[in-house]
């Protein structure tokens, strides 16, 4: 198991930048998949960016160039730098690991942190 928690949310004027930080409780060399989730009032969770198992990085095509997923493995940490915010990057954005274990795949969520633009 991995437990997951975010930190970094709060309000910010549209341009501005933000870092969110998910710290994890097992070592993250250990998860395969690793990343950042969203979720805007009445919309349906997506992904933002993420790490994955064969070493590549995913981004949402809306936040490509302004956004930027980073780690630390020495201290279990995935970070999300976020750049010239705009109203639309608005939601609650969850921490996500996925952990493979022989066939199947269990998925963990961090509680979650509000990032809040203003125009």
């Known amino acids: 198991q991995v437990q997951l928690v975010e930190s970094g949310g709060d309000l910010v004027q549209a341009g501005g930048s933000l870092r969110l930080s998910c710290a994890a409780s097992?070592?993250?060399?250990?998860?395969?998949?690793m990343g950042w989730y969203r979720q805007a009032p009445g919309k349906q969770r997506e992904l933002v960016a993420a790490?994955?198992?064969?070493?590549?990085?995913n981004y949402a095509d809306s936040v490509k160039g302004r956004f930027t997923i980073s780690r630390d493995n020495a201290k279990n940490t995935v970070y999300l730098q976020m750049n010239s915010l705009k109203p639309e990057d608005t939601a609650v954005y969850f921490c996500?690991?996925?952990?493979?274990?022989?066939?199947?795949?269990?998925?963990?969520w961090g509680q979650g942190t509000q990032v809040t633009v203003s125009s």
């Open positions: 996500n690991a996925k952990l493979v274990i022989s066939t199947s795949v269990d998925t963990y």
């Open positions: 097992r070592s993250i060399f250990s998860i395969n998949d």
């Open positions: 790490f994955t198992s064969g070493g590549r990085t």
